[in-house]
């Protein structure tokens, strides 16, 4: 994706100012800054999430493959379908596990009878290393797993539409150690297949998980690099104090 001069309002307010980035395939992307710096509000600028917002305005372009996504003419809930969305809280639908992976599939008509549809269960839940933890209670629902498996749920939910970017908001806020472990190496094996964009308040996270990191402050897009770079060798005093962690 690219993300070309890109400012960004809510209302008065702006969120973010002339934003340029290029964000590559089969690498995951993370977004840093202190709190209110506009990283999440970029992350939905790239699926048109906050065209949901009112009285919100973008200025710039976003490509993906090369193609405007604000054009006239594309349609955003399709346009979305390329996109999945791991939000900071796992949230699962109050059905069972199979529902919550096969509901948008069936929607879309990726699926159509039963049996592709339990195909594509039991793939994705391969996918995400959680076949064998709970393929004998598929008609559990989704939110009686722990919270760990329900976050690696929403991946499999996510990737069962084919999306071609997963974008993550703070994934790991509400896991424990072990279950972001998990959830870690989950990202790192299906960086292969998805470009990968992740919020993430943790530097030892965006350190482990990321290949390229981009450093925001009060909306600016401050530095952009390797990850080692940004970590290592930090072009900016504002960047070296945030990622060695003198002020959050
Ligand atoms: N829906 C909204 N309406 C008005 N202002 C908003 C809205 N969402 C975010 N903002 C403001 O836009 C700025 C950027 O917010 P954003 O959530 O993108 O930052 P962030 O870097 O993701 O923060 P955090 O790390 O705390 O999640 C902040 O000043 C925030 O208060």
């Not at 009878?113 to 989704?142: F, I, P, S, Y």
Request: with cysteine.
């Amino acid at each position: 994706m690219n993300v070309e001069d890109v400012s960004f309002w809510y209302g008065p307010k702006q969120a973010l100012k002339d934003i340029s980035l290029d964000i590559y395939a089969n690498e995951a992307t993370a977004f840093i800054g202190p709190s209110g710096c506009g990283k999440t509000t970029l992350l939905r600028c790239l699926n048109r999430t906050n065209d949901i917002i009112e009285h919100t305005r973008m200025t710039g372009r976003i490509l993906l493959d090369g193609e405007d996504i604000y054009a006239p003419g594309i349609d955003p809930p399709v346009l979305r379908q390329r996109f999945g969305w791991i939000a900071q809280k796992p949230n699962p639908f109050p059905r069972s596990i199979t529902a919550n992976i096969a509901y948008g599939a069936e929607i879309q008509g990726i699926v159509t009878n039963r049996k592709e549809r339990d195909a594509l269960v039991e793939q994705t839940l391969r996918a995400v290393g959680m076949w064998d933890e709970v393929k004998d209670r598929l008609h559990e629902a989704g939110t009686d797993l722990s919270g760990g498996q329900q976050q690696r749920l929403c991946i499999a939910r996510a990737i069962a539409t084919n999306p071609e970017v997963l974008l993550m908001d703070e994934p790991c806020s509400a896991l424990d150690p072990i279950a972001t472990a998990l959830f870690e190496n989950l990202v790192d094996e299906l960086r292969d297949r998805y470009t990968i964009v992740i919020v993430t308040h943790n530097m030892q996270q965006a350190a482990r998980i990321s290949q390229r990191a981009a450093f925001f402050h009060l909306g600016n897009l401050v530095e952009v690099g390797d990850t080692e770079q940004i970590f290592m060798k930090p072009r900016t005093q504002r960047c070296l104090d945030f990622v060695t962690g003198r002020y959050g």
